[in-house]
Structure formats: structure tokens, C-alpha cells
């Protein structure tokens, strides 16, 4: 049995989550954190404030909180001999490659995907074999007119997976606002649009001359999607050593 910690487990992402360790018949909820219901329980599990309060028998730790804690809330983890499961959006390259540098340390696994739906990873497992023999992409981020961070987590982990895309015109050669063209996400043009009935749509579009390939993903109003393969990354999360990003890549191995 997998001890589990959620932390942002009041939060409307982690709440199903939540709901499906607890309905899993190989997983445990034993703790959950969340500041605004310290000292309370979730589905029976007891919460506290703080991530370094809560890894006392934990296997696993699952992160749904913000950008801003995420990281903190991974290495608290990671040095506590804790694996950890990132789906937490607004990290950055740094973020991950000094939480893959602990991990391995350590010798614990971390997974962490900018989305872990089913079809968001098979969004991306296309996008990556259409960049092997399309040279030219950029990604467009849709999401709600209140998301705090951009790109979305799902756009920066594509864009830094796919890499840089052969340039067009040189950005500093171009009439007008140089920000009309995005920003440039590991050497990929990257484009947020923030509006009112986005949740987080992520496109990619490949162009070649006269031709066109755009591949998308659209996630609906609810949880319901990040749930199963959140659970996946979590079973997985204790067999390994090191960062793994992007669900699909730990779908690729199974």
C-alpha cells in the first residue's frame, strides 16, 4: 500500500484527487495540506499547514498548490527520502532541473507533468514526433482570463521538450512590438491568450510550405481528466530515481 500526502488538497484539482487515492484500492490517503483547513481532515485523512509536517510515513507526495511553493513543497519532500509527483503549473526549467538534481541526490523519484490527462499526453507524444520532421512550430496557450501564470504549465513543458523551432525573421529585425511575437520559450514562439470559458487549451502548429499541421488539446470544466494519470505517476513515482517529465514519456515506458 502507497502512503499518500496531497498537498493543495483543498483545492480543485486536489480534491479529486483526493477522492481517487482514497477510492483506489492500492493507494492511501494519510495526509493531506492545505493552510486554510489545518487541522482538519479530508476524506478521513488529517491536514496540516505545512509539507514538512506531513511526510511522517508518506511514499508519495502529490503537488496541486501554485507556482510559488511548489518547488519548496518537492525538495522539502525529496530530502525527507519522500517521492514526489508535480502537477503544479508555473514551474520553470530551473525549478525542474534543481528538483531532478536533488532527486537523484537523493536517490527518490520525481514525476511531474504540466498536465496529466490522458489526451494532454498524447497531445504531446504527437507534437514530439511531428517536431522530428517538421522544422517550424509554435505553441498557442489558451486558458481562463484569471490564471496567474504564463505560459500555462502544459505550453512551457511542450515548448521546452520540443526545443527550439528553425527561426523565421530574426525577432530584432521586425516592425512593431516585439511581444506581438510571443515569448521565446527554449528557442520555441510561444503565444498566451488569456479569456473568460478558457480552463487550458494548448495548440501547436507546424508549417511548411503550402502546408499546415496543427495538433490540440482542450480540457473541459472539471478535475475528472488529471485524476487517472495523476494516480499512474504516483504508482510509478517509488520505482524511480530522478525527474521525469511529461506524462506521455512515462506512458512510453509501460
Same mark, same amino acid.
Given at each position: 500500500?502507497?502512503?499518500?500526502?496531497?498537498?493543495?488538497?483543498?483545492?480543485?484539482?486536489?480534491?479529486?484527487?483526493?477522492?481517487?487515492?482514497?477510492?483506489?484500492?492500492?493507494?492511501?490517503?494519510?495526509?493531506?495540506?492545505?493552510?486554510?483547513?489545518?487541522?482538519?481532515?479530508?476524506?478521513?485523512?488529517?491536514?496540516?499547514?505545512?509539507?514538512?509536517?506531513?511526510?511522517?510515513?508518506?511514499?508519495?507526495?502529490?503537488?496541486?498548490?501554485?507556482?510559488?511553493? $511548489?518547488?519548496?513543497? %518537492?525538495? +522539502? @519532500?525529496? &530530502?525527507?527520502?519522500? /517521492?514526489?509527483?508535480? #502537477?503544479?503549473?508555473? *514551474? =520553470? !526549467?530551473?525549478?525542474? $532541473?534543481?528538483?531532478? %538534481?536533488? +532527486? @537523484?541526490? &537523493?536517490?527518490?523519484? /520525481?514525476?511531474?507533468? #504540466?498536465?496529466?490527462? *490522458? =489526451? !494532454?499526453?498524447?497531445? $504531446?507524444?504527437?507534437?514530439?514526433? +511531428? @517536431?522530428?520532421?517538421?522544422?517550424?512550430?509554435?505553441?498557442?496557450?489558451?486558458?481562463?482570463? =484569471?490564471?496567474?501564470?504564463?505560459?500555462?504549465?502544459?505550453?512551457?513543458?511542450?515548448?521546452?521538450?520540443?526545443?527550439?523551432?528553425?527561426?523565421?525573421?530574426?525577432?530584432? =529585425?521586425?516592425?512593431?512590438?516585439?511581444?506581438?511575437?510571443?515569448?521565446?520559450?527554449?528557442?520555441?514562439?510561444?503565444?498566451?491568450?488569456?479569456?473568460?470559458?478558457?480552463?487550458?487549451?494548448?495548440?501547436?502548429?507546424?508549417?511548411?510550405?503550402?502546408?499546415?499541421?496543427?495538433?490540440?488539446?482542450?480540457?473541459?470544466?472539471?478535475?475528472?481528466?488529471?485524476?487517472?494519470?495523476?494516480?499512474?505517476?504516483?504508482?510509478?513515482?517509488?520505482?524511480?530515481?530522478?525527474?521525469?517529465?511529461?506524462?506521455?514519456?512515462?506512458?512510453?515506458?509501460?
Amino acid at each position: 500500500m502507497t502512503a499518500i500526502c496531497i498537498a493543495g488538497i483543498t483545492g480543485w484539482t486536489g480534491g479529486a484527487i483526493a477522492a481517487g487515492v482514497a477510492a483506489a484500492g492500492d493507494l492511501q490517503l494519510r495526509a493531506g495540506v492545505s493552510r486554510s483547513a489545518a487541522g482538519g481532515e479530508v476524506e478521513g485523512a488529517p491536514v496540516y499547514a505545512r509539507v514538512g509536517e506531513a511526510l511522517d510515513g508518506i511514499d508519495v507526495l502529490i503537488d496541486y498548490t501554485s507556482h510559488d511553493v $511548489a518547488r519548496d513543497n %518537492a525538495l +522539502a @519532500a525529496i &530530502a525527507a527520502g519522500v /517521492a514526489v509527483v508535480i #502537477g503544479t503549473s508555473g *514551474l =520553470t !526549467a530551473q525549478d525542474f $532541473a534543481a528538483i531532478d %538534481a536533488a +532527486a @537523484a541526490e &537523493a536517490g527518490v523519484g /520525481a514525476i511531474a507533468s #504540466g498536465n496529466f490527462s *490522458l =489526451t !494532454a499526453a498524447m497531445m $504531446a507524444a504527437g507534437a514530439l514526433l +511531428a @517536431a522530428r520532421h517538421l522544422p517550424h512550430w509554435e505553441v498557442i496557450d489558451y486558458a481562463s482570463a =484569471t490564471k496567474p501564470d504564463v505560459p500555462s504549465g502544459t505550453a512551457r513543458e511542450l515548448a521546452e521538450r520540443l526545443g527550439a523551432s528553425e527561426p523565421g525573421r530574426p525577432l530584432d =529585425t521586425i516592425a512593431g512590438p516585439v511581444e506581438a511575437r510571443g515569448a521565446t520559450v527554449a528557442g520555441t514562439q510561444v503565444h498566451s491568450v488569456r479569456l473568460p470559458s478558457f480552463v487550458v487549451s494548448t495548440e501547436v502548429v507546424f508549417g511548411l510550405p503550402d502546408e499546415r499541421l496543427t495538433i490540440r488539446h482542450d480540457a473541459g470544466g472539471s478535475p475528472a481528466p488529471y485524476v487517472a494519470g495523476t494516480l499512474l505517476a504516483a504508482r510509478a513515482a517509488g520505482e524511480r530515481v530522478g525527474l521525469t517529465r511529461g506524462l506521455d514519456a512515462l506512458l512510453a515506458e509501460r
